[in-house]
């Protein structure tokens, strides 16, 4: 009997992440998300709103910026499930 539940916690703990997007494992459970950036905008700003809604401000990359990966961490009370959101900036010539 102790299998039939131990299956079942494994089983609906794998329907609820799987059910999860990349942001709200982050978020909720911690590790890693990773955003790519539409190609020819610069990143200016990002926020990490409770929910694992994520909102970001760009711009059009000026002539001779480079594309550049930025890292927004989540910073916890006690130190457990902290997630962390990378955002991978990408050139105007790259898809």
Known sequence: MRIIYVL???ACA?????GCTQ??????????AD?????G????NVTWEQ????W??????KAGESAE???????????VMQGTVLLHEHPASEK
């Open 8 to 10: 079942f916690v494994i």
């Open 14 to 18: 794998a329907i609820t992440m799987s």
């Open 23 to 32: 942001q709200q494992r982050a978020s909720g459970f911690g590790g890693t």
């Open 35 to 39: 955003i790519e950036i539409p190609a």
């Open 41 to 44: 905008q610069k990143l200016v």
């Open 51 to 54: 929910g694992a809604h994520l």
């Open 56 to 61: 970001y401000l760009t711009r059009a990359m």
């Open 69 to 79: 990966t930025y890292t927004l961490h989540e910073q916890s009370s006690f130190g």
